[in-house]
């Protein structure tokens, strides 16, 4: 400013707007990070090829082309799975098949048990003969119990993405505040605002970096699954994911006031590891749990209440209809209750350590202040 | 006014601050001065409530100091900090932002500011790019850009060319001007001298002098004299009451018992010849600064 410029006093910021001047910057900073947006576009392509793939394999065992005279075509008609090529007779059906132009041929044949033989070239078509034989009447006595190995992979979906992107995103936190503190800016950031407006708007942004990586994963995976026609798989994880979407931004709020709260307690970047530890297994736990206990209702249960493992633990729950529908909200009641608690904690945590440079800041002096 | 009583900081068992008491005036610039350890950080960083005293208050215009005030103080750390991954003008606008000024006002004001400092060029480099100077120049910026009327400089001219400490002191005396309150400690005697208005000498944790630099200067004055003549001025060593420290043809400089000592000899000196120059010669500041850290 020049001698000539007007004076003006600086006016009060609120505490509302400085939060949003933090979190945009974290936002902004990150996403001219070309490292995370990179990674990110990635993640995201990855999850679509791997939608799609799963997609285009499961409809792939379809069409089994076969060639039948009019005879045996009218008996193929029923059956699925069977594309029929009509042919005058048994002689151009043969040549088809030895031409390779169809698997191969169907003709009635009154001696065989189902009145038809098929004819092919040098490989037994085990798909084709097993669509033509005729097999017992199955009768399942718990029709809507769902294959283990769906269930496995549901239940490694949601707490795959839970881990990653609380791991990704709470490391984030955890190098920004070191950074903060490492680079000394933080003594002219709280010079200037309130310093839980600081964690806040650090806590904010990051939260939206972490909930937009969620939702375009989600987009995605709806669109796969969408493109390759698995509406019935899209209609039961509906209601599910939109579930696993409201505790993750709780549960991710949670890790990312613990994260900011232990990154504050050093003031090297290569010291982090010692005090955000116990929160990166905090993190790493409803995963490893989902993986091996996905099968074992008193875990889950229990794990779908617990505010760290609940937005892996309750979705999973509410996919298999295990859940009463009070159950996400009672849950959910829990999952807020701990997150202000553990805000209020980590914030007292943030501002008694951030101003302690040097060694590492015990918990105990940080708590007390 | 901001005004420091009885400030009292202790460290385990060493007192870093020992009722250090002193005030920064409006539209001044107060010098702050002492060796390393001597506690001009721990001060500063009391009076931004960086750090908390265990006796003592700080108040501005009379009240106790509030979070709101220091809010609007500009501050240079000791220990240099702005994001290096930031581009210099985009930071100082986000500083100036988290002071209030909405978006084009801030971006106005920072690119004058940088532009006044010298980083015109460098206002879409990243912080890291710029050379230390240059660093220095931009926290520089990140203090004054919302205006205050406090400002306290931890160091400012530490890590500048020459010319840089000419543009840093002339935006730090506009400043005073305007009526901002400028606390600065400093290390460069020599720049002090020359800048400030007031000055706070600080050693051991106490204050060891304080007040206007004339004052000071005044006070710590002895009766020394210059004289420069024409002719030999061997005669002044023969006059009661005088003591020649140096001598030099027509040049001496000399310690007078008493202000009619003084006075006679430049009667003489006029007596016996032209007399070019004769005056009381005040002590710089690094001998002022000498004297009270004894």
Redesign the interface.
């Known amino acids: 400013m020049s001698a000539t410029a007007p004076r003006r006093r600086s006016v009060e910021v609120s505490p509302t707007q400085a939060t949003w001047l933090v979190a945009e910057r974290e936002i902004g900073s990150k996403l001219r990070s070309r490292t995370f947006v990179v990674s990110s576009i990635l993640l995201v392509l990855i999850a679509l090829a791997a939608v799609l793939w799963g997609g285009f394999s499961a409809g792939r065992e379809e069409a089994i082309e076969v060639a039948a005279p009019a005879d045996a075509a009218a008996q193929l008609q029923e059956v699925p799975g069977v594309e029929v090529v009509d042919v005058a007779d048994r002689a151009a059906a043969e040549r088809l098949v030895r031409d390779g132009e169809v698997e191969a041929a169907v003709v009635v044949d009154p001696g065989s048990p189902v009145g038809l033989t098929i004819v092919a070239d040098s490989e037994v078509p085990a798909g084709l003969q097993q669509a033509l034989a005729v097999q017992p009447e199955v009768e399942l006595l718990d029709p809507d119990a769902m294959n283990p190995l769906i269930r496995y992979f549901v239940a490694f979906g949601f707490g795959i993405v839970f881990f990653m992107a609380a791991m990704t995103f709470g490391a984030t936190i955890a190098a920004s505040v070191v950074e903060e503190k490492q680079t000394r800016v933080v003594e002219i950031l709280i010079s200037a605002i309130p310093t839980r407006v600081l964690l806040a708007g650090k806590v904010l942004g990051n939260t939206a970096l972490a909930m937009g990586q969620i939702l375009s994963l989600v987009t995605v995976a709806v669109l796969g699954l969408v493109i390759t026609g698995q509406t019935e798989l899209l209609a039961g994880l509906g209601a599910p994911v939109v579930w696993f979407a409201v505790f993750f931004l709780f549960g991710f709020i949670l890790a990312a006031a613990l994260f900011a709260a232990t990154g504050a307690m050093v003031s090297r970047q290569e010291d982090i590891g010692s005090t955000t530890g116990p929160v990166t297994y905090l993190v790493m736990a409803p995963y490893l749990i989902v993986v091996f206990f996905n099968d074992n209702p008193v875990v889950m249960t229990v794990m779908s209440y617990v505010p760290f493992s609940a937005p892996v633990g309750m979705p999973v729950r509410l996919f298999f209809g295990e859940a009463q529908w009070w159950e996400p909200l009672l849950s959910l009641g829990i999952m807020l209750a701990t997150c202000a608690a553990v805000i209020a904690l980590g914030a007292r945590i943030y501002e008694n350590s951030l101003l302690r440079t040097g060694g590492r800041v015990r918990l105990r002096e940080a708590l007390a202040g | 006014m901001l005004r420091l009583r009885g400030i009292v900081k202790t460290y385990g068992d060493r007192r870093a601050l020992d009722d250090v008491s002193f005030d920064v005036a409006p539209g001044r610039l107060t010098g702050f001065v002492g060796g390393n350890g001597a506690g001009k950080t721990t001060t500063m960083r009391i009076v931004?409530?960086?750090?908390t005293p265990d006796a003592g208050e700080v108040s501005l215009d009379g009240r106790a100091l509030t979070?709101?005030d220091?809010?609007?103080?500009g501050?240079m750390?000791e220990?240099?900090?702005?994001?290096?991954?930031?581009k210099v003008l985009e930071h100082i606008v986000?500083?100036?932002?988290?002071?209030?000024?909405p978006r084009d006002e801030a971006t106005a004001?920072a690119t004058?500011?940088l532009g006044?400092l010298g980083l015109g060029e460098r206002l879409r480099d990243n912080v890291e790019a710029l050379s230390l100077g240059n660093q220095q120049r931009a926290q520089i910026a990140?203090?004054?850009v919302?205006?205050?009327?406090v400002l306290i400089l931890d160091e400012p001219f530490s890590g500048l060319d020459p010319l840089a400490v000419d543009v840093v002191s002339g935006v730090l005396q506009?400043r005073a001007?305007?009526?901002a309150a400028v606390l600065f400690s400093s290390h460069q005697l020599d720049v002090v001298e020359r800048l400030c208005d007031d000055l706070v000498i600080i050693a051991g944790g106490t204050i060891r002098a304080n007040g206007s630099r004339d004052a000071l200067r005044a006070a710590h004055a002895g009766r020394r004299y210059e004289l420069v003549s024409a002719g030999d001025a061997g005669w002044v060593r023969e006059l009661p009451g005088i003591e020649v420290v140096r001598f030099d043809g027509g040049y001496a400089v000399f310690d007078a018992e008493s202000e009619e000592a003084a006075q006679r000899v430049l009667r003489r000196a006029v007596d016996q010849g032209d007399v070019a120059s004769f005056a009381p010669q005040h002590p710089s500041l690094a001998q002022i600064f000498k004297e009270v850290i004894q």
């Open positions: 931004l409530g960086l750090l979070a709101a220091r809010r609007d103080f501050y750390p220990e240099r900090g702005l994001y290096p991954k930031m986000y500083l100036a932002r988290l002071h209030g000024f004001r004058a500011l006044r990140a203090a004054l919302h205006d205050p009327e506009e001007a305007q009526g």
